[in-house]
């Protein structure tokens, strides 16, 4: 709200003389963050934009593949058909099989899928279904090495696990500030490979016309840029507050929740812990889950999602610095009441 307040002082001194500068200052403590050069990366309003931005970005034939999952966020999985429909490529969605064991079976489950026709991996780096960390590295490996082109889908990821997008070396990865890394909403990021940016249109082309990748995406008439220019606050304020020791808490929070759910409700998890970090998935014996989720939130105050997926019901359970065990007992209880018939307590 400063910089909204900065901007509304002198609209035309912030936007014509100062933003050059101020988004560039903003985006070097990301880039610093994320471990990548701040001219490989544009601000976007939410990673569905830099999904989209990508995905339209390809030169795509009829009867090419895109590779991906049945866990992946089902907004993006439609920008996928779009393409298709426009390309005549095919979205194909491999099933991974749950529980997950280890990162090695996932990975050679995946890659079996790959075909000469594949030209595409698209992957969420924490799944928005399942909240699962995939074993991405490997995988963007082997694509690096096969010619494939590789899209992550890091929405979740900033500020919840460790992100090195030189280690990573994806061809495209986009994530979110306004989730996990506690900035405003509307403050996300696309990274795309040098040698691939000159491909990356804008949605709106203005005065970025000609330039560089940076201004292309970055001069897009006249907004409020305020959530882009926050994030170095947001990161100022996880270091202050020792953020590693937080998400260490959260994650305890949310294993311990885990065990709970799952000892009440008889089902399996759908990993071990080590593939979650403040965010997990938990089956849910069958229910309506529309009416569970109205229920919790109607009856007891508690928002959580509560969906189904693949034909089964599950919980999602997020735990942020600010949530404690009173928050989780609450959830507990609530379910306890809700799923009584089904429910072990």
């Not at 030169?59 to 429909?85: K, M």
């Not at 599950?314 to 799923?339: F, H, K, M, P, W």
């Amino acid at each position: 709200q400063q910089w909204q307040l900065e901007l509304e002082r002198q609209p035309v001194e912030f936007l014509g003389r100062r933003i050059d500068d101020l988004l560039q200052q903003a985006m070097q403590p990301l880039a610093e963050y994320l471990n990548a050069d701040a001219d490989d990366l544009v601000f976007v309003q939410n990673a569905t934009t830099g999904v989209n931005l990508a995905a339209r970005s390809l030169p795509l034939q009829p009867g090419d593949e895109i590779l991906s999952t049945d866990h992946e966020y089902g907004a993006c999985a439609n920008t996928w058909r779009f393409v298709c429909q426009q390309t005549g490529a095919q979205y194909i969605e491999r099933p991974i099989p749950l529980p997950l064991t280890t990162s090695e079976t996932f990975v050679e489950h995946f890659w079996a899928g790959v075909t000469t026709r594949t030209k595409v991996i698209y992957l969420s780096h924490i799944t928005s279904p399942t909240a699962l960390s995939f074993p991405i590295a490997e995988i963007i490996r082997r694509a690096r090495e096969a010619g494939i082109i590789t899209i992550i889908d890091g929405a979740h990821a900033p500020g919840h696990i460790a992100v090195d997008l030189r280690a990573l070396d994806a061809d495209f990865y986009t994530g979110n500030c306004h989730k996990w890394l506690c900035a405003p909403k509307g403050a996300a990021f696309l990274y795309a490979r040098r040698e691939l940016q000159r491909s990356v249109q804008p949605s709106i082309i203005s005065w970025g016309y000609g330039l560089a990748f940076k201004y292309l995406h970055q001069m897009q008439g006249t907004r409020d840029p305020a959530a882009y220019l926050s994030v170095p606050a947001a990161l100022d304020f996880q270091r202050q507050h020792h953020w590693d020791d937080v998400r260490a808490r959260c994650h305890k929070l949310v294993i311990s929740t885990v065990d709970e759910l799952t000892r009440r409700s008889g089902l399996d998890p759908l990993a071990g812990e080590s593939w979650f970090g403040q965010m997990a998935a938990v089956p849910l014996p069958s229910c309506d889950a529309q009416t569970v989720k109205q229920r919790l939130y109607d009856d007891h105050c508690v928002e959580v999602p509560v969906f189904t997926w693949n034909n089964r019901q599950y919980v999602r359970i997020s735990i942020q610095g600010y949530n404690s065990q009173a928050d989780t007992d609450r959830l507990l209880g609530a379910l306890d009441e809700i799923l009584t018939a089904d429910w072990r307590v």
